[in-house]
């Protein structure tokens, strides 16, 4: 863990985090509809944000109010954009494209935040989305003669990274000044109004996936305490790279849990994805010492 920076710490404990998270939508998804899924979410997320807030009197709703708001509107969109985007793609193209937002990360934090970025980290990045595409092996970059997409999937999924990238230099901005659970806060405010607008119909869990609901609404927004609190002290361009990571953990957790067997395009992925991190936190740590 040495080799990574503190910044980047967090954002792999976030990421381990949300991918538990994944791994209980998937198996409340098996019945229950994506926005109730999304809907309990930002509940849970309302109550965890409130037990860390309860004792800030007025301060439990940030100064920053405005940006605070379109932080919490973004995360909505970006994840209600990342619903459709599954929904309407193959699984493969979906996240490809979902997973592609770090380099967006990066041309924007350089252009409106003017954060820095190594030759060096930047090629680890784009080793890191290397390995995602060779995990997830997309049809349209690798010619297996699939369908066509669905122009509005694919109009969704560049949505949801346009949006995730702009939700991340928020957070980036407001973990400055405010504490990571007041960041928090927002998102689940914009999930709970407005996930029921959106959805197509409620479905009663049973005991079972009550739990699961609990599961995705705790893990998910614990991931999310952890991320916030590396934008607070790390380059948004360099520790966004790390939530590649994610669909590393996809494949352990498929293998344990749902009986997926990784093949030697998730395996070959998966290393270069953990090669990509490697080079970033060294990267991230050169650069550090150069500026003392």
Known sequence: MDILTPGMRFMLFGTFFFSIGSLFVKLAGTRLPAMEILFVRGVIGLVMCWIMLRG????????????????????????FADFYTIVHL?????????????????????????????????????????GVT????????????GPELDPMGLLAALLSVFLTSWAILAVRVLAKTERPAVVMLYPPIAISLLSPIFAEGWVMPTPAEWGVLVGVGLFMN?????????????????????????????????????????????????????????????SARRERLAQA
């Open 56 to 79: 800030s009197g007025r301060d439990m709703f940030g100064k920053r109010k405005l940006l605070l708001a379109a932080r919490g509107l973004l995360g909505f969109g970006a994840m």
């Open 90 to 130: 193959p699984l493969a193209d979906a996240l490809v494209l979902i997973f592609s937002h770090p380099i967006t990360v990066a041309l924007l934090a350089w252009l409106i935040m003017g954060e820095t970025l190594s030759k060096g980290a930047m090629l680890a990045i784009v080793t890191s989305l290397a």
């Open 134 to 145: 060779l995990v997830c092996r997309p049809g349209f970059l690798f010619g297996l003669g």
């Open 222 to 282: 614990a991931g999310q305490f952890f991320m916030t609190k590396g934008y607070a002290i790390e380059s948004a361009a360099r520790i966004s790279g790390v939530s590649t990571l994610e669909i590393v953990f996809a494949a352990m957790w498929g293998l344990m849990f749902l009986g997926e067997v990784p093949d030697a395009w998730t395996i070959g992925g998966g290393s270069l994805i953990v090669l990509g991190i490697l080079a970033l936190g060294r």
